[in-house]
């Protein structure tokens, strides 16, 4: 079982940046894919982007393509969400995730371990 913390969340302005950060502690990191996903209030959670085991491979929503960035560090067991160019509509709480293989995947059903979650807020 992995333990999957995330921070880096706050309050930004329309057009800033944020960087989300997920920490990863006990199953092997390194070894298989990582992903962000977010929940808005009254919403599903709905995937963001995603990084395979090695971070040669990432998907993105189309929602956020171009303008976030996931990347990962396996020898600081750490996955990152880099958030440039904020939207209102990108107000949610961030989740980390693991998945259950080595490559990326947009399927919520893939990722079996979740973190707490991060408030992302961004104001117009």
């Known amino acids: 079982q992995v333990q999957l913390v995330e921070s880096g969340g706050g309050v930004a302005q329309a057009g800033g940046s944020l960087r989300l950060s997920c920490a990863a502690s006990?199953?092997?990191?390194?070894?298989?894919?990582m992903g962000w996903f977010r929940q808005a209030p009254g919403k599903e959670r709905e995937f963001v982007a995603a990084?395979?085991?090695?971070?040669?491979?990432?998907y993105s929503a189309d929602s956020v393509k171009g303008r976030f960035t996931i990347s990962r560090d396996n020898a600081k067991n750490t996955v990152y969400l880099q958030m440039d160019s904020l939207k209102p509509e990108d107000t949610a709480v961030y989740y980390c995730?693991?998945?259950?293989?080595?490559?990326?995947?947009?399927?919520?059903?893939?990722?079996?371990?979740w973190g707490q979650g991060t408030q992302v807020t961004v104001s117009s």
């Open positions: 995730a693991q998945s259950r293989a080595p490559s990326a995947s947009y399927t919520t059903r893939n990722f079996i371990s």
């Open positions: 006990g199953r092997t990191f390194s070894s298989y894919a």
């Open positions: 990084i395979n085991w090695s971070g040669d491979t990432t």
